[in-house]
């Protein structure tokens, strides 16, 4: 039988308020904190906090704070990527940025969605109220910029040498070499 953990991994329906999802969470929360009231100029303390915190975080990452996430583990950042400030990584799957990239204030990353139907969200067990949720992984290429205030959902691949315009709704995968942007984001041209 699997975990809710092995099977928010997997995308399959699982319970968000799992007590081990839930320690995962905690966990994260007390990480995020330290790394947010962290002095900017202590670059081995914010280092050694996003060693802690993330999954992978390659050499020359820097994330502005505040910076906020589900659980941490679940996301992976490639050599030299800048992560601006306000961002929020919704890791309840895998979140992995290339290496080169640039992130914009405001953006969020959603790995999770929701049952459409509310009486397939909210369910009671016993003394416990939980959520359903399920997930799927977001891939985002090496050299990408992605504008501010920028959405990008569940499931989505951006590829590589990739321009996302500000304010972006990404509801679907991006080719290699283009600039797209818009509410949904879609190619506008080839670069």
């Not at 962290?38 to 914010?46: F, I, K, L, P, V």
């Not at 590829?159 to 972006?168: F, K, L, P, Q, Y």
């Amino acid at each position: 039988m699997k975990s809710e953990k092995e099977k928010m991994l997997s995308g399959e329906a699982y319970d968000s308020r799992d007590p081990e999802l839930l320690e995962l969470y905690h966990n994260a929360r007390a990480l995020i904190l330290a790394y947010n009231q962290s002095d900017s100029r202590n670059r081995d303390e914010r280092n050694w906090i996003l060693g802690q915190m993330l999954g992978k975080v390659s050499t020359g990452v820097w994330i502005e704070s505040p910076f906020f996430c589900d659980y941490g583990v679940n996301i992976e950042i490639g050599e030299n990527t800048f992560v601006n400030t306000n961002c929020m990584f919704l890791d309840n799957n895998l979140i992995k940025i290339g290496k080169n990239g640039l992130i914009a204030p405001y953006v969020q990353i959603y790995t999770t969605s929701h049952p459409l139907k509310a009486s397939d969200r909210i369910y009671q067990e016993g003394e416990r109220t939980g959520y359903r949720s399920s997930t799927k992984p977001v891939i985002i290429g090496d050299n990408v910029w992605i504008g501010g205030n920028s959405v990008i959902f569940p499931g989505v691949t951006i590829g590589n040498n990739v321009t996302i315009g500000a304010g972006s709704v990404v509801t679907k995968d991006i080719p290699d070499d283009v600039l797209a942007f818009g509410n949904p984001c879609q190619e506008v041209k080839k670069l």
